[in-house]
């Protein structure tokens, strides 16, 4: 695909209707263009829920970022959604996140004023990288929500994580950046940290990679724990029960990188990880393929590369089911 234009018109929902199952077909072909979709619909959905902005605070944000960037003067007549067009464009090309945090100081909110929120998802079989409005940096794994509002990097910096994700959070002292995953709470200024806090998983953990976290609790104010880096935390929702332990943080958050790493890894672990890894339903037709551990590093082999590699190196046979629904079927026995 790699036309901008198109990936820009088709992520602010201004493409012609007939278009655009062929151009979303191009997309999963082409890793690169779904990258710059995936950014600009972070874009977009954050333009988005900052409301009505006159046209003179619009180009004059601009026109900030033109001196930032070094770009030639350009005459456009701004409207909302030319400016939605291009302003895209500038941040995906200039990785630059300050025009957004300037839009939303100009358009602070009145305290009145009722937040409204914004969702990044990264779908099944993909990961995302975002940049937030105070430039902070996330990595969202496979089937993960990331969710903030509209007074971001202003009044708060309050995130919500449904999944898997990695932090690279720009330091705020007066602003400090909050996680929150069911009942955990995450408390940072600046570092760099990985959240796992899948529903079906039924804990949550967090490994510290540099700076320093707190974990405190939406409802227990007497709940404090602090991470040292290297160390990560699992907090058991059923329990309420906190452990902290010793880990190998960079095994943890090789994902990002699109490796996938299994290090004596139990195989229902492995399982879990595989179906969220290439959207897969994984059927157990015997409990003696849970008995082994599994070692491996994977990058870019397909389901059946990774399949034949566990077949052989623990015995265990697979079948993979025709089935009418979008999702594959695969029989582990």
């Known amino acids: 695909m790699k ?49 009505k902005m006159s046209e003179y605070k619009i180009e004059n944000s601009y026109r900030k970022l033109q001196k930032k960037v ?3 003067s350009t005459a456009f007549r701004f409207k909302t959604g030319v400016f939605l067009k291009y302003a895209a464009i500038l941040v995906l090309l200039s990785g630059i996140a300050s025009l957004l945090y300037d839009l939303k100081k100009q358009n602070r909110l009145p305290v009145e004023q009722e937040l409204k929120y914004t969702s990044v998802v990264a779908r099944y ?9 105070d430039s ?23 995130l919500s994580v449904n999944g898997e994700a990695y932090f690279d959070v720009r330091k705020n002292r007066k602003i400090p950046l909050t996680v929150t995953c069911d009942e955990l709470k995450v408390k940072v200024l600046g570092t760099k940290f990985n959240i796992s806090a899948y529903p079906e998983d039924h804990q949550i953990t967090v490994a510290l990679e540099s700076g320093t976290v707190e974990l405190l609790h939406t409802k227990n ?77 994977f990058k870019d082999e ?29 029989e582990l026995y």
């Open 125 to 133: 079989k993909e990961m995302s990288q975002i940049i937030l409005p």
């Open 302 to 330: 397909n389901l059946a590369e990774v399949l034949d590699y566990i077949r052989f190196s623990c015995h265990i046979q697979y079948k993979i089911l025709k089935n009418n629904t979008n999702k594959i079927k695969v």
């Open 221 to 297: 104010k007497s709940f404090s724990y602090k991470l040292s880096p290297g160390e990560m935390a699992r907090y058991h929702i059923a329990s309420k029960d906190m452990t902290v332990e010793k880990a190998n943080v960079a095994d943890l958050t090789v994902w990002k990188d699109g490796l996938l790493v299994f290090k004596d890894t139990p195989m229902a672990e492995v399982i879990k990880r595989l179906e969220r890894k290439f959207n897969v339903e994984m059927i157990v037709g015997n409990p003696l393929v849970y008995e082994p551990a599994f070692n491996a590093t």
């Open 136 to 158: 902070s940096v996330v990595w969202l794994n496979s089937g993960t929500t990331l969710t903030y509002n509209n007074d971001y990097a202003v009044g708060n910096r309050d």
């Open 70 to 72: 070094g770009l030639q």
């Open 3 to 51: 036309n901008t234009d198109d990936i820009i018109k088709l992520a602010a929902g201004c493409i012609e209707p007939e278009r655009k199952a062929g151009l979303f077909s191009e997309l999963e072909q082409d890793s690169e263009s779904e990258t710059i979709y995936n950014k600009a619909k972070t874009v977009q959905a954050f333009l988005a829920s900052s409301g």
